[in-house]
């Protein structure tokens, strides 16, 4: 069993390494006039990703994880003083914290899978009057999915346990799509989601491994690399 010690990480892998690794698509990290797509400042810095109908993942600090004993765990509430727009960097902070929450919800309500990336350094305190950005020393995929065991949506609160499998939603779903279903439909529905995202992928990698991507819509043909040239390539 793995313990919380050995889930503190040592080394600074890149967060797109640690996606890809984990079966994410990144390939729109190239998509940036820099050099390396590990440094797109569009997805390095966030705290959280997702594989549309898949999975989501998220960058948790090892000082937040818990050992109960019997389970490891991550809870969060959130406070009661939020940043102050006028502070530097609390905008992009803000943004970034919305998102976490918003794909923690969705992973709750959809049932599906989070992939954690333990990180540690320096954390910014939110209850300093002037933070500071946040610094990692280190970061590390853990091999081990987790699930949302509960997602408060009036509060925002939420708790996050390793080695588990999706928890039973214990409230209504707010997803329009989701709405619709429940018990074994639900789930059914959770599953074609996943398996039609990993088909649309393979068929997109098909295409262009033959060419170029056209839609198959029959009397369509649309390319967007012909409509939008160099940015609508792949």
């Known amino acids: 069993m793995t313990t919380l010690r050995e889930l503190k990480p040592v080394k600074k892998h890149l967060v797109m390494n640690l996606l890809q690794s984990a079966g994410f698509d990144v390939s729109d990290w190239s998509n940036y006039k820099g050099r390396n797509p590990a440094t797109n400042p569009k997805y390095c810095y966030n705290w959280s990703f997702e594989q549309p109908g898949e999975m989501f993942a998220v960058c948790l600090w090892h000082s937040s994880i818990e050992d109960g004993g019997s389970e490891i765990s991550c809870s969060f509430k959130p406070s009661d003083r939020r940043i102050r727009s006028t502070e530097p960097g609390s905008a992009i902070w803000n943004k970034r914290s919305n998102d976490l929450q918003d794909r923690i919800r969705r992973a709750y309500q959809q049932q599906l899978p989070i992939r954690v990336i333990v990180v540690d350094g320096k954390r910014r305190d939110p209850e300093d009057t002037k933070p500071v950005a946040s610094k990692v020393s280190a970061r590390l995929l853990d091999h081990v999915a987790w699930a949302v065991k509960d997602y408060n949506l009036r509060t925002g609160e939420w708790v996050l346990v390793r080695g588990a499998k999706p928890f039973a ?24 989601r996943k398996r039609e995202g990993e088909l649309r992928r393979k068929k997109i990698s098909q295409a262009l491994s033959q060419g170029r991507l056209v839609c ?15 940015l609508g390539k792949d």
């Open 169 to 192: 939603l214990a409230i209504d779903s707010s997803d329009d799509e989701l709405a619709y279903f429940e018990g074994k439909s639900r789930w059914k529905f959770v599953l074609h």
């Open 216 to 230: 198959e819509v029959p009397q369509c043909g649309f390319d967007f690399e012909k409509r939008y040239g160099e």
